[in-house]
């Protein structure tokens, strides 16, 4: 089986920028995904990384070391509205045609004015 | 919007009762994915089918069953409902089996009383 630690919370400044970390233990890998939760809304695909390195698409950027079993959420310019909870996942067992995403406990990510 | 809808939005019932949770993926998506959320925790994964077949199953209660019909949408049965039983309840749903970026509905939160 696979877990994935990430911190519970986290807090910034409004136009700071912000780092989730998540680390994963596995007997195999297969990538690194991250979904962002607003308060009684659904979760949202935000990235995947396959291999290493940083992967950005606009402010939010994701990066992956599988050498390290570890991979950050990075937010820039921080917005109000980026105030959510922000969960990692991955795939258990990894090369399974009956693999499931299993998600981490997630971060909640409080932004202050 | 996703283009993943659930109904109802909301559920109120009585301890013992038993329940139908519906979800239609996004046009296209074979896959979907059955989520349970509790209060302030992470998502654990139920169970997921792909274009009719169950494809991986997690944590789900015997109480619990769910399926996907020709049409591709997927019905979660709940019985013999307890208090703990109360949670926000998601579909997801992906093109492929083994996708890591999920399309998420906007949930079905049941109330068990």
């Known amino acids: 089986g696979q877990s994935l630690e990430q911190p519970s919370e986290v807090t910034a400044v409004e136009g700071a920028i912000v780092q989730i970390n998540c680390t994963y233990q596995?007997?195999?890998?297969?990538?690194l995904s991250w979904y962002q939760q607003h308060d009684g809304g659904a979760p949202t695909f935000l990235s995947y990384?396959?291999?290493?390195g940083l992967e950005e698409t606009g402010r939010f950027s994701s990066f992956l070391s599988r050498s390290d079993s570890y991979g950050y959420l990075l937010l820039q310019e921080l917005q109000m509205k980026d105030s959510a909870s922000y969960f990692c996942?991955?795939?258990?067992?990894?090369?399974?045609?009956?693999?499931?995403?299993?998600f981490g406990s997630g971060t909640r990510l409080s932004i202050r004015p | 919007d996703s283009g993943v809808t659930q109904t109802p939005k909301h559920l109120i019932t009585a301890t013992g009762q038993r329940v139908t949770l519906r979800c239609s993926p996004r046009?296209?998506?074979?896959?979907v994915y059955w989520y349970q959320q509790s209060l302030d925790q992470g998502l654990q994964f139920l169970i997921q089918y792909y274009n009719g077949e169950e494809r991986a199953k997690g944590n789900i209660l015997e109480r619990f069953s769910a399926q996907q019909f020709p049409d591709l949408h997927s019905e979660l049965n709940l019985s013999s409902l307890e208090l703990g039983d109360s949670a926000l309840y998601f579909c997801?749903?992906?093109?492929?089996?083994?996708?890591?970026?999920?399309?998420f509905g906007p949930g079905t939160r049941l109330t068990v009383t």
């Open positions: 996942a991955v795939r258990d067992p990894p090369y399974s045609s009956a693999s499931k995403i299993i």
């Open positions: 596995t007997s195999g890998f297969y990538g």
């Open positions: 997801a749903s992906s093109v492929t089996a083994d996708s890591y970026e999920q399309y």
């Open positions: 046009s296209g998506d074979l896959s």
């Open positions: 990384n396959a291999l290493d």
